[in-house]
């Protein structure tokens, strides 16, 4: 079981649908990327450490071309990791 402290959406839908995650796990942390909603490419990214992790969710938002980073941060809510 892990925490989902921030996550941000990118306010659009389907192919064009961005989702970043920081999560709290038992072990670490966690930023999962998403690109095209919930059967769209995901990559996850491993820290020990909540700065590291921190620092990769930024890059990750700002990777996004301006035309599809109008973010909103989603409430957080526990949840399960993989």
């Keep these: ?11 659009r839908y389907g192919a064009n649908r961005r989702d970043v995650v920081l999560l709290r796990t038992e072990t670490g942390w966690q930023v999962l990327g998403r690109e095209g909603g919930a059967e769209g490419r995901e ?3 491993y820290f020990d450490e909540q700065a590291d992790a921190r620092r990769m969710l930024q890059r990750m ?11 909103a941060k989603m409430s957080p809510t526990r949840t399960e990791t993989r």
Excluded: I, K, Q
């Design 61 to 71: 938002l700002d990777a996004v071309p301006p035309e599809l980073s109008s973010w």
């Design 1 to 11: 079981m892990g925490y989902r402290v921030e996550h941000h959406f990118n306010r």
């Design 43 to 45: 990559v996850t990214h």
